[in-house]
T-cell receptor
Framework: RKEVEQDPGPFNVPEGATVAFNCTYS??????FFWYRQDCRKEPKLLMS???SGNEDGRFTAQLNRASQYISLLIRDSKLSDSATYLC????????????FGKGTRLHILP | NAGVTQTPKFQVLKTGQSMTLQCAQD?????MYWYRQDPGMGLRLIYY???????DKGEVPNGYNVSRLNKREFSLRLESAAPSQTSVYFC????????????FGPGTRLLVL
């Protein structure tokens, strides 16, 4: 099993719809979790951190399930500007490969 | 604040040539990182520096060297470029450890012929 796995997509979703992505991780000692957004030919930018209690930022909700070792991202009322690749990031201290990026999930919002 | 800056933006090298990718941050961050991003592979950590004067290997360090020149600057050197090093290289920084938010530079697109 790969350390961090994401469905590569693409997800083609009509504007205004709700879309959800999952990301699974293999190391139960992982300590912190993030969702980054990457636009085409641009650098990744933090979308939100993921906390054990779950967190919400406007139309975006992130959840962490430690028992099943996955994190999720929910986007409500999707906008055309949400079209991007969403990267799951898992950090685990005290390892050479301690920062693991998923390969990303591509999202296309359709007008 | 410029955030994280990288030079050059684009570079074409011939196999065996050397070059240094420059990265600087003006956010007074302690940690800095170099990644490469290849199609279908995602971002992979090459080297990181947890503080001025320290560097550590990441997932794919072979063929690269780094220097943490001071708190602001972290350079990546390819001593003898190979076609397998064709990639997009991103520098990033974080205030503290890697468990904190990372801020990325705009990237350097490198083609090795």
């Amino acid at each position: 099993r790969k350390e961090v796995e994401q469905d590569p997509g693409p997800f083609n979703v009509p504007e205004g719809a709700t879309v959800a992505f999952n990301c699974t991780y293999s190391n139960s000692a992982s300590q912190s979790f993030f969702w980054y957004r990457q636009d085409c030919r641009k650098e990744p930018k933090l979308l939100m951190s993921v906390y054990s209690s779950g967190n919400e930022d406007g139309r975006f909700t992130a959840q962490l399930n430690r028992a099943s070792q996955y994190i999720s991202l929910l986007i409500r009322d999707s906008k055309l500007s949400d079209s991007a690749t969403y990267l799951c990031v898992v950090n685990q201290e005290n390892r050479d490969d301690k920062i693991i990026f998923g390969k990303g999930t591509r999202l296309h919002i359709l007008p | 604040n410029a955030g994280v800056t990288q030079t050059p933006k684009f570079q074409v090298l011939k196999t065996g040539q050397s070059m240094t990718l420059q990265c600087a941050q003006d956010m007074n961050h302690n940690s800095m990182y170099w990644y490469r991003q290849d199609p279908g592979m995602g971002l992979r950590l090459i080297y990181y520096s947890a503080s001025e004067g320290t560097t550590d290997k990441g997932e794919v360090p072979n063929g690269y060297n780094v220097s943490r020149l001071n708190k602001r600057e972290f350079s990546l050197r390819l001593e003898s470029a190979a076609p397998s090093q064709t990639s997009v290289y991103f520098c990033a920084s974080s205030e503290g450890s890697s468990t904190e938010t990372q801020y990325f530079g705009p990237g350097t697109r490198l083609l090795v012929l």
